[in-house]
């Protein structure tokens, strides 16, 4: 267990459909970024969050939208979803926004879409 | 802007020593890490440099040469669970974690 959770772990919905992903950090980290695989791909990176503030932006969709809560969990709203939005999507945290500290993953939501 | 490259796949046998090798172009960077992932599951910490020369941590090592601008994950005594992909990255001052596109490692019996 990385102390990372991650919430729903499988997620199965349909096309033009709306899902929210869930994270929380490994105790004590104030960062979270989310990231995109797809099927035999890379890590692309969408989003990073830090105590609640937006910190960066990459690959990210203007269908997909993020926010960091006060409590330091996080939330992934993808939108409108396509077949190509399939993937891995996960979480990691680290304990400040920048810097060398190790990315901690949890363990991914897996999204279908049909 | 930065670029990492891998080799995409390599094969070795069960009790060999492979070698991944990773180079990237990026000006400055924090430090340099690599990570293993299993096939659906979530990429796991492995190893981290700042300075140049080698980290030893039991039989995985990693080395780093800055000028050079390459590094390498040494992976000793394989096992058939080391089957996994071996992700590159590197943090570049102020800039987000880049990561690399991953080399699929298979240990073969």
């Known amino acids: 267990d990385s102390g990372v959770t991650q919430t729903p772990k499988h997620l199965i919905t349909a096309t033009g459909q709306r899902v929210t992903l869930r994270c929380s950090p490994r105790s004590g980290d104030l960062s979270v970024y989310w990231y995109q695989q797809s099927l035999d791909q890379g890590l692309q990176f969408l989003i990073q969050y830090y105590n609640g503030e937006e910190r960066a932006k990459g690959n990210i969709l203007e269908r997909f939208s993020a926010q960091q809560f006060p409590d330091l969990h996080s939330e992934l709203n993808l939108s409108s979803l396509e077949l190509g939005d399939s993937a891995l999507y996960f979480c990691?945290?680290?304990?400040?926004?920048?810097?060398?500290?190790?990315?901690?993953f949890g363990a991914g939501s897996r999204l279908t879409v049909l | 802007g930065q670029n990492i490259d891998q080799p995409t796949e390599m094969t070795a046998t069960e009790g060999a020593i492979v070698q991944i090798n990773c180079t990237y172009q990026t000006s400055g960077f924090n430090g340099l890490f690599w990570y293993q992932q299993h096939a659906g599951e979530a990429p796991t910490f492995l190893s981290y440099n700042v300075l140049d020369g080698l980290e030893e941590k039991g039989r995985f090592s990693s080395f780093l040469s800055r000028s050079k601008g390459y590094s390498y994950l040494l992976l000793k005594e394989l096992q058939m669970k080391d089957s996994a992909s071996y992700l590159c990255a590197v943090r570049p001052y102020g800039q987000n974690f880049v990561f690399g596109p991953g080399t699929r490692l298979s240990v073969l019996p």
């Open positions: 990691a945290s680290t304990l400040t926004g920048t810097g060398a500290n190790v990315l901690t």
